[in-house]
């Protein structure tokens, strides 16, 4: 599965919760707490859709997230 660009959404949604259809593109709901919009979703037919957090503002990131290998681990702070 690529990466998704979801930047666009930023000027609309900024600070919101938004549901996704499962081709990850239509937004089908959104709100401002996570309860609201599942309770939303759920009314549109939605039960188990994408959910994202749009940022409060946009931030620059580079990099790459990798999530078998945390950036900090007890036992390796040690050595």
Same mark, same amino acid.
């Given at each position: =599965? +690529? ?8 000027p609309?949604?900024?600070? !919101? ?11 089908v709901?959104?709100a ?5 919009? =599942? +309770?939303?979703?759920?009314k ?8 994202? !957090?749009?940022p ?9 997230v ?14």
């Amino acid at each position: =599965m +690529k990466p998704k660009d979801w930047t666009h959404l930023h000027p609309q949604y900024a600070g !919101k919760w938004v549901a996704f259809a499962e081709d990850r593109e239509s937004v089908v709901a959104d709100a401002k707490t996570l309860k609201t919009l =599942m +309770k939303r979703a759920s009314k549109k037919g939605f039960k188990n859709p994408i959910v994202f !957090k749009v940022p409060q503002e946009m931030v620059p990131y580079v990099g790459q997230v990798n999530h078998r290998f945390p950036i900090y681990s007890p036992s390796v702070s040690s050595i």
